[in-house]
């Protein structure tokens, strides 16, 4: 059964909505069709006090040649042949707009945010109302209405974490393609890194469907200036001189650096066994902070 508000699919027997709390019976008792109009009644014929007149005798040759009298018309009965009334029409639902710019307590919030729970907090856009939508596309789809306060958060969190794992690994065989191609002209290093954003993304895309699948759709599209204002905290320099985003960096360049040719004779000034202890402990450190933000998001 469809919930005539909000449009949920569920089980046929319920008596009131398990999405937005409407019951089906006080809805119809409000919304019934109007009965069907009765069939018209000839109105009876006014009676004279003084009796009607006295007609003049007819002889018997002009009774027979006179014409009979027509019957008096009768309105059909009104029964299964009459014209059902279709119902009244519910009103179109108008939806707020994207409030553009952000409130100032959006805007607050992204930059007490550090790195990945800022770039999941770019997905969520608030209207003039002060009712959440969801785009889990971005620019390449329309958003979905988060008619349930706690679902915000639980959905964020989860784009947190997918972040925490997501954005070193992609940075780590983005590097892999390129030092592939550039020094052997191969396109091995591009095949990994196309095979892994295929997984992740399908993960992501299936994990996401479970949560819109039961969300109403918004008509809003995703306003670019809002989210260009919440894009702008993320290159706050107290976002990029946190813990994981500086370890990193090193544990990228250190690997770049010792991997390529072109760049190698560097190494000539430094002892390679120490160079590469601190490229290791880098990475040790950075799977460490990534793992304490992961888990303190659950």
Not at 4 to 33: N, V
Not at 146 to 164: A, G, H, N, S
Not at 195 to 220: C, D, E, G, H, K
Request: charged fraction near 20%.
């Amino acid at each position: 059964m469809k919930c005539p508000s909000c449009h949920f699919e569920q089980a046929a027997d319920r008596t009131d909505c398990e999405c937005c709390g409407l019951i089906f019976a006080k809805w119809f008792e409000r919304h019934a069709p109007p009965p069907p109009p009765s069939a018209r009644e000839i109105p009876p014929e006014p009676e004279e006090s003084a009796g009607p007149p006295a007609e003049p005798p007819v002889s018997a040759s002009e009774s027979a040649t006179a014409t009979p009298a027509a019957e008096p018309a009768t309105a059909p009965p009104a029964g299964p042949s009459a014209e059902p009334v279709p119902p009244p029409e519910l009103p179109i639902e108008v939806e707020a707009g994207i409030s553009d710019p952000p409130p100032p307590e959006v805007l607050e919030e992204a930059a007490q945010r550090r790195l990945y729970g800022q770039i999941a907090a770019l997905d969520f856009q608030v209207t003039t109302e002060g009712h959440w939508v969801y785009f889990p596309w971005g620019f390449f789809g329309r958003g979905y209405k988060l008619d349930r306060p706690w679902l915000k958060d639980e959905i964020q969190d989860f784009l947190t974490r997918f972040c925490c794992v997501h954005s070193p690994l992609a940075a780590f065989f983005s590097l892999l393609a390129v030092l592939n191609w550039v020094q052997d002209k191969d396109y091995e290093g591009a095949s990994i890194l196309a095979f892994y954003l295929l997984v992740a993304y399908l993960f992501l895309w299936i994990r996401t469907r479970q949560w819109t699948s039961q969300m109403p759709r918004s008509q809003n599209r995703m306003n670019s200036h809002y989210y260009s204002l919440l894009y702008a905290k993320v290159f706050r320099w107290k976002t990029l001189l946190a813990p994981e985003v500086l370890l990193l960096l090193s544990t990228l360049g250190g690997a770049g650096l010792g991997w390529t040719d072109r760049w190698r004779w560097l190494l000539d000034f430094f002892n390679p066994y120490l160079f590469w202890g601190l490229v290791a402990l880098s990475g040790i450190l950075l799977a460490v902070f990534s793992s304490r933000y992961y888990f303190q998001r659950k």
